[in-house]
DNA sequence: CGATTACGGTTACAAATGATACGATATCGG
DNA sequence: CCGATATCGTATCATTTGTAACCGTAATCG
C-alpha cells in the first residue's frame, strides 16, 4: 500500500510553495508601491481590458466579489482608477486607469516581470513553461470546463 | 519588450490553483472528518513522526505557531492527540496521536491519496513528478537553502 | 552562579477574508 | 406591462489568519 507522506502531498507542497510566493509579492508590492495583491491584481486586469466591470474581474481571477470591490473602492480613492457608471448597465461601473494610474502600472509591470523573472528564472528551459501548463489543467481538472 | 498578462503570470496561476486545489481538500475534510486544514496536517505530521513538538512542526510545514497551537488545543480537546510534558524540555510537548486519533488517520490518510488521485491523477506519466520538482525547486530559490 | 538573551507555547489584539443580507437595477415569464 | 427572479455592487457580520505582548523555561556569557 502507498503510504502518506505530507513531504511529498501534493496539495500540501502546491499551498506551501504557493504561500512563500506570495508572500515575496506581497511584501514587495506592498513595500514599493504600497499596493495589496488585490489592488496589484485590479490594476494589471484593467491595465490589459479596460473598462472591465468588477464582476467581469471576479470570474476572470477567481477573487470574491467583495475583495474586489474593496480593492477598487481603495484604488479609486488613492485617484489610481475611475469608476464611470456602465451606459448598459447602471449597477455596474467601468472601471479604467487615471493618468496616475497609468504611470504606476508603467513602473509596476516591469518590476512584476523582473520578480517572476527573479523566482522562476532559476528553473530549467522548459520548466516554467510546463509548470505552467500543468497549473492549467489543474484549474481544468477541478473547475470543469471553466479555466480561460 | 514582453508584456505583462496576468493570465500568463506565473505567481498569479500558482495561487489561483493553489486556492482552488486547498478549496477543494478544505471542503472534503471538513464534510468528512469535521477537520481544518492546519488540524489535518497536524495529525499527518504526527503520525509520520510520533513525539514531535509543535515548534518542529511548524519548522517542518511552515505553518505559523499560533495556527499549530490553536490547532493541537483543538485536537487535544476532541481527544485525537495527546500531549505529553517533554522530559528533556519543560516547556514543550511532545505531541502523539491517542487510539481514536490513530483510529482517525487510519480513515484519513487513505482518502487522502484517493483525493490526490481524483486531482492530479489527470495528468500525464511524468507530470505530477516533474511538478512537484519544480515545486521543490521554487521553494530553494526562495526559502534558501532550507527546504528539507 | 546571576544576568541577559533566546526559545516554546499561549494569549490578546488587529488585520484580512469570506458568508450573508441588502438596495438598486435588469431580465424573464406570464 | 407586472410580478418573480437573478445580478451588480456594497455593507454588515462572523470567522479565519497573522502580529505583538506575555509567561515560563532553557541556554549563554560574564
Known sequence: METLRLDDFLPFRLSY????????????????????????????VIAECDGTTQAAICARTGMDKVTVSRAAIA????????????????????????????????????????????????????EATRFLATLRRIDMILGGPAAD
Open 75 to 126: 484604488l479609486g480613492k488613492r485617484g489610481l482608477i475611475a469608476r464611470q457608471p456602465s451606459a448598459s448597465d447602471r449597477r455596474a461601473f467601468e472601471l479604467g486607469l487615471t493618468d496616475a494610474g497609468l504611470a504606476l502600472y508603467a513602473e509596476v509591470a516591469p518590476k512584476a516581470l523582473e520578480l517572476e523573472r527573479q523566482i522562476f528564472g532559476g528553473l530549467g528551459a522548459g
Open 17 to 44: 510553495t504557493s504561500n512563500l510566493v506570495s508572500g515575496a509579492i506581497a511584501t514587495a508590492y506592498q513595500r514599493l508601491f504600497g499596493l495589496s495583491i488585490p489592488e496589484w491584481r485590479l490594476v494589471a
